[in-house]
Each structure stands twice: as structure tokens, then as C-alpha cells.
């Protein structure tokens, strides 16, 4: 009965232990969701720019749109991130710090890159609201509110 | 949550010694045969090394490690003291992972074959292991928003803590030679991770990619009878 149940415990440890690979999708959280609202009654609001993208490295994301809500990466190869945001009238600046870290994840997946702690160093816009510090890994959380 | 499950476990953990301490109380005759004297002085000393960290250093070129192990039997207690190094150097097409450090795991076990002639062990345990160890990982890789993207990364003395639920047995094959496994249910991970790198593999513990892991020890080990185990109770 004992050695029944100890090479049972063996096989079950060795089934276990197999089933350990991870998952190789997507793996960095390196994605934030901003939403944009009117400073007196915090309704959606529509912004309409030129241009916009990040200033380091000067890369152009979007141009000529309007949006109420957008999804944008984090450099997780940097501690921050400043977008610029251009619009007939001005241009507006939202400067990001966070960790990153990273991670070996398997020979199969490579490394991860893992944010956390992120907020606002810096910013033009009439005020922003940070509602969660931790990216996500897909477009679908609202982490920073903008008002204008 | 990762604390509750370890809190659990323990409580889990320290029923079945209740459990097992109640049980004794209710043979009577133990209590006269079996001094506290006689129960607590170590009968034996196990000695013994993991043949799987051996073979795995001669048969895969990314690992090299070695692990020994001593065990003192105090009739059915033992007392279980790890030591082992092991390092991994491992690559994907982005990134190149190396670590290598020591740990040390220390605990208790109880025996469930407390009366066997030749003193085979069936037992469970708790141990604390720690870890200290040296990591490092370049990355290279190019990100369709970002581009070319290439860094170093150097984290040293890393240290980790865990606990661990073990079983397994001990089993004599000839005169003082021993062979025997322990499978190991690790949890309660702590490290001191470093701002810019997290912990992949920590050597005792294994890949952190999840809050509890498992582990396996094959031993080859010698036992060095120190003193005559007390006579078992009287079978009525």
C-alpha cells in the first residue's frame, strides 16, 4: 500500500512538473489606456490632433484624428516615456515614469519586461488623473484620465 | 494571497502533527517502553548526495549543479539539512540568461514507518530553504514600435527564502547503503529582486514563473548507525 501510494506521488510530481511551460504571448505590460474628459463636469471629450507620438525616439503614432480614448506603449527599454500631442492650436506634453523590469522567461519565449509604478512626471495638459500604476498587457484598461 | 495558501499549508501541515502526536498518547504501553531519553538521542546519521543534479551536470550542457544531503534520525524524526550549488545558462533567440549560486534548505521530517525492521522511511516534512546567487541577462532584440533594442543586465547576491512541504522515501539496499527521493511542494517565495531584473531561476527553488513549484531529489546515501533504536511498543 505505502509503495503504491509513494510511486503514485512520483508520478503525479514528474505530470506536474511538465506542465510548467509557459505561455509565450505577449508578455510585456507595457500598454496604457488614457482617456480624455472635460474639466467642469468630467464627460468625454473629444481631442483633435495633428500629430502625435513620442519625443524619445521621435516617433509620429497618430495624425489628423480625432479620439476620446487611445491605447499607447511604454518604452520598456527606459524608465520613461513623453508624448507630445499636437493640435491646431498647441502642443501638449505627458511625461511618464515607471520601473521596468526584466525577466528570462523560457528558451522558447525569450525575455518579458515587467512595469509597474508608473505616474506622471510631468505634463501640460489642465490635469491628469493616474487611476491604476500598472500597465497592462492588452489595449483594454483606462489607466490615465486627461482633462482639458 | 500568496501568504494565506502558505499560512494554509502550514496550519495543514501542523494538524497532521497534532494529529500524529494524538495518536501516540493513545498506546499505552509506548509511553513505558519509550523514554523521552530514549526518543530523542539520534539513532543514525544519513548521508547522501542527489544523483539527478549529477547526471543532469554530465547529460545537459546549459546546467551544472550538486546537492548533499545529511539527515539525522532521532527514531522517528529526522532532522534534514540540504547544501547544493547549481547554475543554468540558458538562450532564446533574444536573450542570453546566466545564474549560479548556493542554497541550503533545513527541516524536519516525520516517519509514517516508524516500526519497519530495516528502518525504511516513508516520511513528511517542512523545510526553510535559502538561496543566494549571481544572475545575468543580454537582451537584444528588435520591437516593431521601438526598433533595435540591446542591454545588460547584472544582478548579484540575490538572495531568496521559501518554504517547502516534502514526502518521499528512504529505503536500505545493502549494509549501510541507502537509496531514496524526496518530492518537494515549494511556496512562500521572497527575493530582494534588483529595480532592473527579476528573478528567472533561483538554484533550490526553480523558475519563479509561478508562486508555488514543484521539485524532485533522487539520493544515493550512506547510513551511519550512531545507537540501537528503542524497541518498538508490544504488538497486543
New interface residues.
Given amino acids: 500500500m505505502v509503495r503504491t501510494s509513494a510511486w503514485l506521488l512520483v508520478f503525479l510530481i514528474v505530470t506536474v512538473s511538465c506542465l510548467d511551460e509557459p505561455d509565450c504571448y505577449h508578455l510585456n505590460n507595457d500598454i496604457i489606456g488614457i482617456s480624455f474628459k472635460k474639466l467642469e463636469d468630467s464627460s468625454a471629450d473629444m481631442l483633435a490632433i495633428t500629430a502625435m507620438g513620442t519625443v524619445e525616439p521621435p516617433l509620429l503614432f497618430y495624425t489628423d484624428t480625432t479620439f476620446t480614448k487611445l491605447f499607447l506603449p511604454l518604452n520598456y527599454f527606459q524608465d520613461e516615456t513623453i508624448f507630445f500631442f499636437e493640435t491646431a492650436d498647441t502642443t501638449h506634453f505627458l511625461r511618464l515614469g515607471y520601473v521596468s523590469q526584466a525577466q528570462f522567461v523560457s528558451e522558447n519565449c525569450g525575455e518579458k519586461f515587467v512595469l509597474s509604478t508608473m505616474r506622471v512626471l510631468e505634463h501640460s495638459f489642465d490635469s491628469v488623473r493616474v487611476l491604476t500604476d500598472v500597465p497592462t498587457s492588452e489595449a483594454a484598461a483606462t489607466h490615465l484620465e486627461i482633462f482639458q | 494571497m500568496h501568504d494565506l495558501v502558505a499560512m494554509r499549508l502550514l496550519i495543514f501541515f501542523l494538524l497532521i502533527l497534532g494529529a500524529d502526536g494524538a495518536f501516540s498518547q493513545n498506546e499505552p504501553d509506548s509511553a513505558k517502553v519509550d523514554t523521552v531519553r530514549n526518543k530523542y538521542l539520534p539513532t543514525g546519521v544519513r548521508i547522501g548526495t542527489d544523483i539527478i543534479s549529477l547526471v543532469r551536470t554530465r547529460t545537459q550542457n546549459n546546467f551544472h549543479g550538486w546537492e548533499v544531503n545529511g539527515e539525522i534520525d532521532f527514531s522517528r524524526y529526522s532532522l534534514a539539512i540540504d547544501y547544493g550549488t547549481w547554475g543554468k545558462d ?6 542570453a ?1 546566466a545564474n549560479t549560486g548556493d542554497y541550503w534548505r533545513a527541516g524536519i521530517d516525520i516517519d ?2 516508524n516500526n519497519d525492521p530495516d528502518r525504511n522511511v ?1 516520511f513528511l516534512g517542512v523545510r526553510y530553504g535559502r538561496s543566494v546567487f549571481t544572475e545575468s ?1 543580454n ?1 537584444m ?1 528588435f520591437d516593431p ?3 533595435l ?1 540591446s ?1 545588460n ?1 547584472y544582478h548579484s547576491n540575490v538572495n531568496a527564502w521559501w518554504l517547502e512541504l516534502t ?3 528512504r529505503v536500505k539496499i545493502w549494509k549501510i547503503f541507502w537509496v531514496g ?1 524526496t ?1 518537494r511542494f515549494k511556496f512562500a517565495l521572497t527575493t530582494d ?9 533561483i538554484p533550490g527553488f526553480g ?1 519563479t ?2 508562486e508555488t ?2 521539485g ?1 531529489n533522487y539520493y544515493l546515501m550512506v547510513r551511519i548507525p550512531l545507537r540501537k533504536a528503542p524497541a518498538p511498543p508490544p504488538e497486543k
Avoid at chain 2, 540558458?90 to 536573450?95: C, G
Avoid at chain 2, 529582486?193 to 531561476?201: F, I, R
Wanted: hydrophobic residues 40%; without cysteine; charged residues 20%.
Fill in positions: 540558458l538562450n532564446s533567440d533574444s536573450a540568461y509514517f514507518l516513508f541577462m537582451v532584440r514600435t521601438w526598433g533594442l542591454d543586465f514526502t518521499g522515501l527521493y518530492g529582486a534588483s529595480e532592473e531584473m527579476l528573478p528567472h531561476d523558475r514563473n509561478k513549484t514543484w524532485f
